[in-house]
């Protein structure tokens, strides 16, 4: 008997791009931001993740909605929407952008390897060829289910850290008019709603054929809750870490894991961080070639050269940095303007409605869509002018 379309089981068969999408954004970024952010200001921006949901949601679901609706990935609707010319402008940011998160993604394996004992002259050639063998082999969704798993661990681990330690009575919302405070804020943001993600769940959506844009919604609605549950949880445990350490440091950040895992802390916060930027790793590189090769009208055979052009300045640039933390943070800040391009050029497309049909972006969820991206990039504004 076929099942009737819109089913549960019809829907179990569509998910996955959504939430593949926010589980990879809980990467090593997000987690050094989070540790840092807990460290250093306890439970002040709780408030600000919990808020985040709201912009994630709506911006996510503009990207579900075009996969959805059209078949196609960004790139090829930019492609086709716009001019060569266009496209091609369009690009240039866009490698950009990759580039800035193969980097951040590449120091996070690199504070990993660090607290093991391995330099990052070391630990970052050897990642970058597995990092182009596990593309070259093609077997993403292998890769992906042994590193989700190893992930889903490192993370549960901060949400039992965060129960044994208990809450304490430091305040969930914080608000300082310091240049420091709106650094971290704009870090956070830059951490939750990555440009990358925008071109990952459109083409991972239109890869997929879904066609249930209810079910796209819900799965977007609950990952963006997960994810930042996830990131509140990093937050409160690493809220404990004691001022006596070094939490500006890999080795002082992984005692927000010590309540759960005591003496073996750092070694779960190495293996955890290093996975969790491996994922994030197959998500951009997915992303990132899907994107480029649809705006240019390139075959995706040339999705491997692309992404090793890429990402070879990326594990160039970590080791130039001896404080690789603060590198982190200030790539998420920077993340928060490379949205704008792309986050526009979605924004634009998705309110048309020959091309979107029965799921033209309008009324209330067209203010929704357009408020948080406003939001999300005055927050990097406010971190450059203040």
């Known amino acids: ?31 050094i931001v989070a540790s840092q952010t807990g460290a250093l200001y ?22 579900g909605r075009i996969g959805v609706a059209t078949g196609k990935g960004l790139g090829e609707l930019v492609r086709e929407s716009f001019s060569r010319r266009t496209s091609l402008f ?13 980097v951040a993604e590449y120091a996070g394996i690199a504070i990993g390897m660090q607290v093991l ?36 661990v490192f993370i549960c681990s901060y949400v039992i850290s965060m129960f044994r330690t208990g809450i304490t009575s430091y305040t969930p919302f914080l608000f300082e008019a310091k240049p420091s405070y709106f650094v971290a804020m704009a870090a956070i943001v830059g951490a939750v709603v990555m440009p990358f993600m ?50 500006y440091s890999a080795n002082g950040l992984a005692n927000g894991l010590a309540a759960f895992a ?9 293996v955890g961080l290093v996975a969790t930027a491996f994922l994030a790793l197959i998500v951009i590189s997915l992303g990132s070639t899907w994107g480029i090769t649809e705006a240019l009208g ?3 055979k040339s999705n491997f050269w692309i992404i090793v052009v890429e990402t070879a300045p990326a594990i160039l640039v970590p080791l130039f940095f001896t404080n690789l933390e603060t590198l982190i943070i200030d790539l998420m800040v920077l993340n928060v303007f490379a949205l704008l391009v792309p986050g526009i050029l979605m924004g634009v497309l998705a309110a048309r409605d020959k091309l979107m049909g029965g799921q033209t972006l309008k009324g209330i969820w067209k203010v929704a869509f357009w408020t948080s991206l406003f939001v999300v990039v005055a927050t990097g504004f406010l971190a450059v002018l203040f």
């Open 1 to 31: 008997m076929t099942p009737k379309s819109g089913s549960f089981w019809e829907r179990h068969k569509e998910f996955g791009p959504a939430w593949l999408t926010m589980m990879a954004d809980i990467d090593a970024a997000s987690v």
């Open 42 to 63: 306890h439970y002040g921006f709780v408030w600000l993740l919990a808020v985040l949901i709201l912009p994630l949601f709506f911006i996510q679901e503009v990207a």
């Open 90 to 102: 369009v690009t240039m940011p866009m490698a950009l952008v990759d580039i800035l998160s193969y």
């Open 117 to 152: 004992g391995i330099p990052p002259y070391v630990s970052l050639p050897i990642a970058y060829a597995v990092h182009l063998g596990l593309v070259a082999e093609r077997k993403y969704s292998d890769y992906e289910r042994i590193l989700l798993v190893v992930s889903a």
């Open 198 to 247: 925008l071109f990952f769940q459109t083409s991972a959506t239109a890869e997929k054929g879904a066609k249930d844009a209810k079910g796209m919604r819900l799965e977007t609605l609950l990952g963006a809750m997960a994810s930042e549950g996830i990131m509140i949880a990093i937050v409160v445990s690493c809220a404990g870490i004691s001022s006596s350490t070094n939490f």
């Open 262 to 270: 005591g003496p073996a802390s750092p070694y779960l916060f190495a």
């Open 298 to 300: 390139w075959g995706r």
